[in-house]
């Protein structure tokens, strides 16, 4: 049964850092580009960052460049995200979901959620 | 960036009647778009893709339909857990991957 766990959601004031992370499971992990998706509280979803099933590509949403990045282990079916800079408006749960051939999403983690708030 | 509508915002409708959903792209997607459904505190699960396919274990109440610019998803009759909020996202031109913003479905 697939399934990815996401992790590392906390409160942090603006300008602090975090580290996310989603382990898949239930599918072999290496064969998936992975994504993160965002949702803030109430709001519509966002795409926030892309890395490649080899970690050759990568790619960010304008509005988290620069200060975010998206890395995989594939040793450990893990994909990061490295939020850096935090601001209030990234306040949101963060889902990861992965992808094969064409970008949408067929399978989504619950979500790890990220208070940004002084 | 591609940019994604939705309309209506807000629909509301009488279980086992048919909603219709309409979804629309600033530029072309061809038929590079996905259908979600989200209810409250769970994750969106993918209803539809390249505009018109089921998702494994979707039923055939759900149908998708259009292509370019314009899209619709129909629910011919609705149930209880279809009362949600329903999301477009295209895929054909990215970065960055781009969703609408929503249409709520709720009871009449």
């Known amino acids: 049964q697939e399934q990815m766990v996401e992790s590392g959601g906390d409160v942090v004031q603006p300008g602090g850092s975090l580290r996310l992370s989603c382990v898949g499971s239930?599918?072999?992990?290496?064969?998936?580009?992975m994504h993160w998706v965002r949702q803030a509280p109430g709001k519509g979803l966002e795409w926030v960052a892309y890395?490649?099933?080899?970690?050759?590509?990568?790619y960010l949403a304008d509005s988290v460049k620069g200060r975010f990045s998206i890395s995989r282990d594939n040793s450990k079916n893990t994909v990061y995200l490295q939020m850096n800079s935090l601001r209030a408006e990234d306040t949101a749960l963060y889902h990861c979901?992965?992808?094969?051939?064409?970008?949408?999403?067929?399978?989504w983690g619950q979500g790890t959620l990220v208070s940004v708030s002084s | 960036e591609i940019v994604m509508t939705q309309s209506p915002a807000t629909l509301s409708v009488s279980p086992g009647e048919r909603a219709t959903l309409s979804c629309r792209a600033s530029?072309?997607?061809?038929?590079?778009l996905a259908w979600y459904r989200q209810t409250p505190g769970q994750a969106p699960r993918l209803l539809i893709y390249?505009?018109?396919t089921r998702a494994t274990g979707i039923p055939g109440r759900f149908s998708g339909s259009g292509s370019g610019t314009e899209f619709t998803l129909t629910i011919s009759s609705l149930q209880s857990e279809d009362f949600a909020i329903y999301y477009c996202?295209?895929?054909?031109?990215?970065?960055?991957?781009?969703f609408g913003p929503g249409t709520k479905v709720d009871i009449k």
């Open positions: 979901t992965k992808s094969r051939g064409d970008y949408y999403f067929g399978f």
């Open positions: 239930g599918f072999t992990f290496n064969n998936y580009g």
């Open positions: 996202q295209q895929y054909n031109i990215w970065p960055p991957l781009t």
């Open positions: 530029q072309s997607v061809n038929n590079k």
């Open positions: 390249d505009a018109s």
């Open positions: 890395v490649r099933n080899d970690g050759t590509k990568k």
